[in-house]
């Protein structure tokens, strides 16, 4: 944050029930004052919105993300959010933001540049997806075999284990481009894993990142 500084704050949670409670907003500001704590900035508004995050027209059903988008314009502001995913977990939903000539910052990862954003993004938005898609081919190979949910055996785990490959191996190729760009920078693999971790994206499995980790990544793509 640059001296005098205008910012519009953003939080936002998904469900009704969690903004009536408070649930997750009251993280999201402290998490957003403790990032402007010291500076010299003005806080010109702070926007709340009770909305899922799901659908191509996400900004159109966020009618407070929009006010606060059009507060930022009129006062040359800076939008602070408490997380990334507090705007979406949809690459082009965020791609399409990136565009809008507004400058935002995360106050989770400030030092995140607009690439950095950007390919943040599309590892958020693959988490989602194999989530599901785990769950659903799981569901789909055991009912196609006629196998009873929670019987036990290695024929039972075998397409199971399958799918984590395969999962394993779609992961590795979304971070190809992360990892061919640190390769570029000259980083090793040990700046690459503190790189990642405090960019927040996380292991396929969700956890933090280890050289070893990364290793196996690396072995997959060669």
């Known amino acids: 944050m640059t001296e005098n500084s205008k910012v519009v704050a953003y939080y936002r949670v998904s469900t009704q029930k969690q903004g009536q409670s408070g649930l997750g907003l009251d993280a999201q500001e402290q998490a957003v004052m403790n990032y402007l704590n010291g500076g010299v900035w003005e806080l010109i508004e702070g926007f ?4 899922t995050g799901k659908g191509s027209d996400a900004l159109d059903r966020r009618p407070q993300l929009k006010a ?3 507060t930022c314009k ?3 502001a800076t939008l602070i959010i408490a997380k990334l995913d507090r705007l979406a977990r949809n690459n082009h939903f965020i791609a399409g933001l ?3 000539g507004i400058d935002f910052i995360c106050a989770d990862m400030p030092q995140a ?5 950007q390919m943040y993004s599309v590892m958020a938005e693959w988490e989602r997806d194999q989530i599901s898609t785990r769950t659903k081919a799981a569901l789909q190979a055991a009912k196609a075999r006629g196998v009873i949910l929670g019987a036990t055996g290695m024929a039972n785990l075998k397409p199971n284990i399958e799918v984590r490959q395969q999962a394993a191996d779609a992961f590795a190729i979304k971070l190809k481009a992360i990892i061919a760009s640190m390769k570029v920078r000259g980083l090793t693999q040990r700046s690459m894993c503190a790189e990642l971790n405090q960019l927040g994206v996380k292991t396929a499995k969700g956890g933090e990142w280890s050289l070893i980790q990364l290793q196996r990544v690396i072995a997959r793509l060669a």
């Open 68 to 70: 606060a988008m059009g």
């Open 74 to 76: 009129q006062h040359k």
């Open 98 to 100: 990136l565009e809008s």
């Open 48 to 51: 709340v919105e009770i909305e």
């Open 113 to 117: 540049n607009k690439v950095m954003l």
